[in-house]
């Protein structure tokens, strides 16, 4: 038995340290292959930078998205920027858990708010490879958890994992309210998913998959013959986690709106940055174009990489991937592919989609450690080169 799920054996006392201790041990190959892709990211950037002219501390904590959590954690919320074409940036589009942490973190030591963003990020990432190992390792074994972890790390935008950007505190937070969800640890699940949309929009995903998770647990023993009436014996703390969980990102809409004075004042503001969701139509239109102009190689490329991502959810769910991974993958995947805005964020968006990436694990774990190993190294090796060639150039909007 998993040592963390062990912890939910009558008797023990949940996350008791010796559990918790026990457990980080069984993640410490993970994590260390983790730090080691994402330190390799990291000297790649330094070299290019230093070769561009351009300094790797800032690409990292002072640009782009990251200067709108800092503006956030110093002034609050308030600050808009009118542009030229009439577009309305207002700092309200960013969810607050990030730079709260940011505040509270160099209110108590002498980092800046940039660098208490650098550390938070750092930190989640290293929670959210533990939280990767450990699901990949109750469902596959541990070589699948190791490499689940490693893969996440050396996607080609693996980078912004090491930013003053939010992704990795969602991941983090998302993955183990799911984690919670797999152990039936209803109460933790509502917890975490609650940060998790304080944390960034796409944290309805895991709303969804907490609620989806429960609802289908209840109507499978409703069919098998059990009473809905004694759900709570069997489930304890179902019915708390499932209020629990929306609470985060409810809250944050509704304060939104009710200081835009709307109901729709955060998709207003949103709608201000040139966001929102329509069904992919937008981007369907950008890959048409891309197709028909000068641009063909790039926009096949494009189609290809759509086609890999959505392959690799179908596959995960015919593998028999858990409920709550095949829901919140395929959430995430579907609200990044359907937002309008600008394109070259897409695959950071679909970042948190960690589920996306089991079926890759299993097959690696299945391999020669050897080649396991080339294989991760190979990719760890290419992410960190294109990081840094991305954050020198255009860069995360």
Known sequence: MNDLASAAVPGRTPYDGSVVRAALRRAAPALLAYAAIRLLGIVALALWSAADGKNWHTLLAARWDALWYTRVAEQGYGYTVTLPTGEVHSNLAFFPLFP?????????????PA????????????????????????????????????LWAALPVGIVQSMAYSEALFTALAAWSLYAVLTERWVWAGVLSSLAGLTRPVGAAVVVAVWLTAAVTLWRERAGGARLRTAPLRHPGMLPGVLLAPLGWCGYFLWVGARQGSFTGYLDVQEGW????????????????????????AGLALVVGVGLVIWLHVHGVRQGQPLPLAVYGGAVLVLALTAKGYFGSKPRLMMPAYPLLLPLAVALARRRPVWTWLVV??????????????LNGSGPP
Do not use: K
């Open 100 to 112: 709260w942490l940011e505040r509270g973190l160099s209110a108590l030591t002498t980092l800046s």
């Open 115 to 150: 660098d208490a963003g650098l550390l938070v990020a750092w930190l989640a990432s290293l929670g959210a490879a533990w939280a990767l190992y450990t699901t990949g390792e109750r469902l596959h074994g541990p070589r699948a958890g190791v490499a689940l972890a490693a």
């Open 274 to 297: 040139g966001n929102g969701f329509d069904g992919g139509i937008a981007f369907g239109s950008f890959v048409r174009h891309q197709l028909s102009g000068p641009a063909f190689a």
């Open 377 to 390: 190294g190979v990719t760890a090796v290419g992410s960190a080169v294109y990081g840094a060639f991305w």
